[in-house]
């Protein structure tokens, strides 16, 4: 597009070989389609749901439990094969139906597309498919449509287009067909340009299509999305570093003891029976179930809290996050203009409220004022009411109908208008009622060569100093061209002459609000002769009265400014990426609290002068980033990856979606945000609240502490059984416990338990510690020490039983050793209620849910020590009165120990840690 842009009309006609007023032949169509072909976005192929089922046994764990399973099978034991098999079936079927929801950012972009337009070929103007235009295309284009393609503007009137969705500006873009420049622009500089997927909103234009399809703008951003990978969660890398090493020590462990046990002359079938106990004792079997199950629950818990989840193991993302990038227009801010500066002869008013409802004020220095009592400023905002095309609805009728409800619901038209309307609301001034009183009686519409709208109307205008009944010319527009369109200023007392000085003043009242980066639009009027045929513009709009001026700015959100501080307390760094002005943007981060100076800014072009090694330095110190484009959103956040930091990216605009699917996290916004952008993104806030950012980074701290808590509960459970294998055949005894024992331990009594460990709810100081360090792993602050030591217990107290069993039966020592591993591991799982506390501070009872899984576990495994059929299943047999007291005295005593643990201080895990340092 960009070369397009710099030809003027007829050079860019010529090079197209197109016809300007005619448009293309059927011949020329047909052979460009065979060169270009359709106007539409491609899409990248995704895998069916049987290839997703494949990949699900890729994990190195289920690699390994599926090895076990067929040495078992060999072995002869079927009904340990067996269910082996059915937990990685379930496993399988849990990652296929987490995953089911392919990629559909493509998809989404067709959407934008129009799906038809209004062409002018072999000189008839027809309506089409919008995929079947072709570069030369000659295009109409009037108000309300969708652009088709990126096209070159060959003539406009008024044209103004709405390019939120690509560049992320609030305010509708004046087009110019003249325009031309000498060096590169981007998209939201190209006044005489359109792009595909974008809104006309007002006026009309004839274009000629440069590019379609995946030549766009926004099928450049389509292949972008294509392009960037998406990458693992932290804890996916960590889980998939935990199996690695678990398979690995498993399987020297394995081959180790059955090459010992050869050598020492045990039969070669004993010890595979042996080594594949070993391997089941080892591998947590319900881990890669857990942690999904765990995953969902608070999937669902942050779903309650507005913030929909699209990418299962993305949850935990969130709990680490070192850095929110997010965009200024309708994430930070309402995405909706308001007027925060009010001049005239009465001074210079503040003005407060926000959107579209009556409430708000007018203060002169720190005293309210009532507007009614103020002509000059009732003027002012009667003139930008009335001279204006927006329209309020209320209740459902229009607010240029008259009657309807009093609360505004909804705004119809230009922005920046709509936001002269909530003004004049404040103040009471209903729309409908100046409608009335001053009926419309013509226009001189705006234009980008004048830049100013002029309505005339009749009526009595309500100011002392300007009686009768008009006809009124009423202007508003840019305050230098308006000025100079001036004789008078509408003073205290009335008007008077416009001097040089008087004029100097006033141009430096608008400079002064300039600078707080308001658009700043001047209002003035002039009586015009009764009974005349209207003049012309130029005419009409001279020797006005200077009324004054008014300012506004897409303004904050309520909320923002508190989320945005209770990210600086948990030491997340915020920072704003926009397609805005340097000075617009910056005035927003002053308010929120982001950044005091333009040190603290870069641009776009200021970024391209950097290498990437020089924007890894720079990005860390800066906070505000303006005038960017997809590209460089994607070297930002790559920029902060490069540095250890953990990105979450929201956005809510197409410009967005590359950024979002490059983020360890993109969330888009639900209500305003685009399909593209939604659908490019892990997570989604549906009610586009800033705020419920910040609750959702609370969330995914509790589901990750929780998440440590289970895996570090099952890992503590497995070391113990592989250290009772180990420390048997190490002594020369009998195995202690059966391979299908192991399984039903692991799969029944441990996962129940880690299941609601998972949803544990929150310590306390949860937000006030920084996030963890990007490479944190699953054993950090010594976490291993203390899992191999509940391990050394469990698999103590478990040989203790075996051998209290053993001197009555064999098989009556394997049955108090299962017994006693199963039963002291529900008692052990409220070790980790905490990590740190007692159980004594944290209760028993604050978690419903595991005391529920204790008592659903507990009878279980009490019918397979019992039941006649089961007890033949296991190989287990009854014990007497004596036998199930040790049996119980040896598994509360893990309750005792983790408190004697905690109490010593011996434990390292603290959910409190210093701040992680950035290189």
Not at 105 to 123: D, F, W
Not at 380 to 387: E, N, P, R, W
Not at 856 to 871: D, E, G, K, R, W
Request: overall charge neutral; charged content about 20%.
């Amino acid at each position: 597009m960009d070369k397009w842009r710099r030809l003027a009309i007829d050079e860019a006609v010529q090079a197209l070989q197109a016809d300007p007023v005619k448009g293309l032949t059927q011949a020329a169509v047909q052979e460009r389609r065979a060169a270009h072909g359709y106007n539409e976005l491609k899409e990248k192929k995704g895998i069916s749901v049987w290839m997703m089922f494949l990949l699900q046994f890729r994990e190195f764990l289920v690699l390994l439990l599926l090895g076990a399973a067929v040495i078992a099978l060999l072995l002869g034991e079927v009904t340990d094969a067996a269910v082996i098999f059915i937990v990685v079936l379930i496993n399988a079927i849990l990652g296929v139906v987490q995953e089911y929801k392919a990629e559909k950012s493509l998809a989404a972009l067709q959407t934008l597309a129009a799906p038809t337009a209004k062409v002018v070929r072999q000189g008839e103007t027809r309506e089409i498919p919008a995929r079947e235009l072709v570069p030369g295309d000659l295009v109409l284009l009037d108000a309300g449509d969708l652009v088709p393609a990126d096209a070159l503007l060959l003539e406009g009137a008024n044209l103004q287009v709405n390019e939120s969705t690509l560049t992320g500006e609030s305010l509708p873009v004046e087009k110019d067909a003249s325009f031309t420049a000498a060096g590169p622009l981007p998209p939201a500089e190209q006044k005489n340009a359109v792009f595909m997927g974008t809104m006309v909103t007002s006026g009309r234009a004839r274009a000629l299509v440069t590019a379609t399809g995946m030549h766009t703008e926004i099928g450049r951003i389509a292949g972008l999305i294509q392009g960037v990978e998406a990458e693992q969660t932290p804890l996916q890398k960590k889980l998939a570093r935990l199996g690695r090493q678990l398979g690995l020590m498993v399987l020297l462990l394995c081959a180790v003891i059955f090459i010992l046990g050869v050598l020492r002359g045990n039969e070669a079938f004993g010890m595979f029976l042996v080594a594949v106990s070993l391997a089941v004792a080892g591998i947590p079997e319900g881990l890669p179930a857990i942690v999904t199950v765990v995953l969902a629950l608070g999937v669902q818990r942050m779903a309650a809290r507005r913030a929909i989840i699209r990418k299962l193991p993305a949850v935990e993302t969130l709990g680490a996050a070192t850095v929110i990038c997010s965009d200024k227009t309708g994430t930070l801010t309402q995405n909706a203009m308001n007027v925060r500066r009010a001049f005239c002869a009465a001074g210079l008013y503040k003005v407060t409220g926000e959107g579209y409802g009556a409430e708000g004020g007018f203060y002169l220095g720190e005293r309210a004022e009532t507007p009614e009592d103020k002509p000059h400023l009732q003027l002012l905002l009667t003139i930008g009411a009335l001279c204006n095309d927006a329209c309020v609805l209320y209740g459902g009728e229009s607010g240029a109908g008259g009657g309807g409800a009093t609360e505004p619901v909804s705004v119809v038209g230009d922005p920046t208008e709509a936001a002269l309307l909530a003004a004049a609301a404040r103040a009471g001034l209903r729309a409908e009622q100046l409608v009335r009183a001053l009926p419309r009686r013509f226009e001189y519409p705006f234009d980008a060569e004048r830049k100013r709208m002029s309505t005339v109307h009749s009526g009595v205008l309500g100011h002392p100093a300007l009686p009768g009944e008009g006809p009124w010319l009423l202007t508003k527009g840019a305050p230098d061209l308006v000025l100079e369109r001036c004789r008078y200023w509408l003073g205290p007392g009335g008007p008077e002459e416009l001097t040089a000085g008087l004029r100097e003043k006033l141009a430096a009242v608008n400079r002064s609000m300039s600078e707080e980066a308001l658009r700043v639009l001047a209002f003035a009027l002039r009586p015009l002769p009764p009974g005349e045929a209207p003049l012309q513009a130029e005419e009409a709009e001279q020797d006005l009265i200077l009324i004054g001026f008014m300012g506004m700015i897409d303004p904050p959100r309520p909320e923002a400014a508190g989320a945005v501080e209770l990210c600086r307390r948990a030491r997340i760094k915020v920072k704003m990426i926009t397609g805005d002005f340097r000075e617009t943007a910056l005035a927003v981060g002053r308010e929120l609290g982001l950044a005091a100076a333009a040190e603290e800014t870069l641009t776009g072009a200021e970024l391209d002068q950097l290498s990437q090694e020089a924007l890894e330095e720079r990005v860390e110190r800066t906070a505000i980033f303006a005038r960017v484009s997809p590209e460089h959103k994607l070297r930002i956040v790559s920029a902060l990856q490069a540095r250890g930091e953990i990105v979450a990216m929201t956005g809510d605009g197409v410009n967005d979606a590359p950024a979002l699917k490059k983020a360890d996290i993109g969330i888009a916004m639900g209500r305003t945000g685009t399909a593209v952008a939604r659908e490019a993104s892990k997570m989604i806030l549906a009610d586009d609240n800033f705020a419920t950012i910040v609750r959702a980074v609370e969330e995914g701290r509790i589901i990750f502490d929780n998440i440590k808590k289970a895996v570090h509960f099952l890992l503590s459970c497995n070391i113990g059984e592989i250290l009772t294998i180990l420390a048997a055949i190490l002594l020369g005894w009998p195995l202690p416990l059966l391979p299908i024992q192991i399984l039903w331990v692991n799969l029944v009594t441990d996962s129940l338990p880690a299941l609601a460990l998972g949803v544990e709810p929150a310590e306390k100081g949860t937000m006030a510690r920084p996030p963890r360090p990007p490479g944190e792993g699953i054993f950090a602050a010594g976490s291993g020490r203390t899992l191999a030591a509940f391990g050394l217990y469990i698999a103590a107290i478990t040989l203790i039983a075996y051998s209290l069993g053993s001197g009555h039966s064999h098989a009556a020592g394997q049955t108090m050793a299962f017994a006693t591993l199963a039963l002291s591991q529900l008692v052990h799982v409220f070790n980790f209620r905490s990590l740190h506390d007692s159980v004594v501070r944290r209760g028993l009872f604050g978690n419903r849910q595991l005391l529920l899984a204790v008592l659903i576990s507990a009878p279980l495994q009490l019918v397979v020590l019992l039941h006649p059929f089961l007890q033949g299943i296991f190989k287990v047999v009854d014990l007497n009165l004596s036998q199930w007291l040790g049996v119980v005295l040896l598994s509360f005593s893990t309750l005792l120990f983790g408190e004697l643990w905690k109490l010593l201080g011996v434990s390292r895990w603290r959910l409190r840690r210093p701040a992680p340092q950035r290189s």
